[in-house]
């Protein structure tokens, strides 16, 4: 198999790629959401532009951190999207931390998660990140396993130390 992460850009915007956004839930059984979900090709230009300026701080946002978003590939069909925030502010150590991801359905249980977090703290690494942050519901064994056969390792929140449906993770990155 053949794996390749790419920067998400409006341009990759082929036949597949939106077939895999539409694919996605609007929202899954976790409550996570899929902002691409039931939106026209023009839309999802103008979300992944909009993005774009954020992440390279070119628009500044409350909500959203400069972030790179990306897709992962295997052997050319697109299986995976998520993203790297660079820095969290504290509403992001409690709802989600550095790293984001979803599978396509049809592609989930293939390993291609564990892959695609493998790649991003690959990129993390690369850009001096020394540490990084993530979360999931208790009750998502998939996205627990995860990040533990990534190397990151449970915490406790100080933020929110009462989260009982909730687990913390965090990697140091060498």
């Given at each position: ?11 990759l915007?082929?036949n597949?790629?939106?077939?895999m956004?539409q694919?996605?839930?609007e929202t899954d059984?976790?409550g996570?959401t ?10 999802i230009i ?12 070119l628009?500044l946002?409350?909500?959203i951190l400069?972030a ?11 299986v995976?999207?998520?993203g790297?925030?660079f820095k ?6 409690r ?5 984001w991801?979803k599978?396509?359905?049809?592609e ?7 892959k695609?977090?493998e ?16 979360q999931?519901?208790i ?8 990040l ?6 449970k915490?406790?929140?100080p ?7 909730t687990n ?7």
């Amino acid at each position: 198999m053949k794996y390749r992460l790419q920067e998400l850009r409006s341009n990759l915007l082929d036949n597949e790629l939106f077939n895999m956004l539409q694919e996605i839930p609007e929202t899954d059984e976790f409550g996570q959401t899929n902002e691409y979900f039931g939106k026209t090709r023009e839309q999802i230009i103008e979300e992944i532009n909009s993005r774009m300026k954020v992440a390279y701080s070119l628009t500044l946002s409350r909500n959203i951190l400069p972030a790179e978003n990306y897709i992962l590939y295997v052997d050319d069909k697109p299986v995976c999207i998520g993203g790297l925030r660079f820095k969290l502010n504290n509403y992001w150590k409690r709802h989600s931390g550095n790293i984001w991801y979803k599978t396509r359905p049809s592609e989930q249980k293939k390993g291609y998660c564990s892959k695609f977090v493998e790649l991003i703290c690959e990129r993390a690494k690369e850009l001096g990140m020394k540490e990084l942050f993530a979360q999931c519901d208790i009750q998502n064994y998939g996205s627990n396993k995860v990040l533990l056969n990534n190397g990151f390792e449970k915490y406790t929140n100080p933020l929110c130390p009462d989260w009982k449906d909730t687990n913390f993770y965090k990697k140091t990155l060498l």
